[in-house]
């Protein structure tokens, strides 16, 4: 696949921008950048900064972070792969974090802020 750097780790366990804003937000699901390991949230998620940051970046493939999905999604040809190459561990969040998450973060209508 193009646009794929499997050496290169996540470079979190969250969302990236949500960890950093203040006050900090949350996420639906997880995505990961399969170039540079962003990990951005999806667009269901209030902040959609994994689709934010293949537009900004030009980095077109995302694998999903969440546990038991291998998937891949390519922003330019809009494309979903079932599966591709192995990355580099960890290939998902931590099973004791929450989706959607993370829990202390969660407004209680956060069903209702989705996309």
């Known amino acids: 696949m193009e646009g794929v750097d499997p ?9 990236a921008e949500c960890d950093a804003a203040s006050p900090q937000g949350w996420w639906f699901h997880l995505r990961r950048c399969a170039q540079c390991g962003h990990i951005g949230c999806c667009d269901s998620s209030p902040g959609q900064h994994a689709s ?18 291998e998937w891949f999604w390519d922003y330019v040809e ?34 209702e802020q989705l996309h």
């Not at 050496?7 to 969302?15: Q, R």
């Not at 940051?53 to 999905?69: K, N």
């Open 7 to 15: 050496a290169v780790a996540p470079s979190g366990n969250g969302c």
């Open 52 to 69: 934010a940051h293949a537009a900004s970046s030009g980095h077109r493939i995302v694998r999903s972070f969440e546990p038991g999905e």
């Open 78 to 111: 809009e494309v979903m792969y079932e599966r591709g190459p192995e990355l580099a561990a960890p290939t998902h969040h931590p099973l004791t974090q929450a989706a959607p998450g993370p829990a202390d973060r969660l407004p209680a209508n956060w069903a």
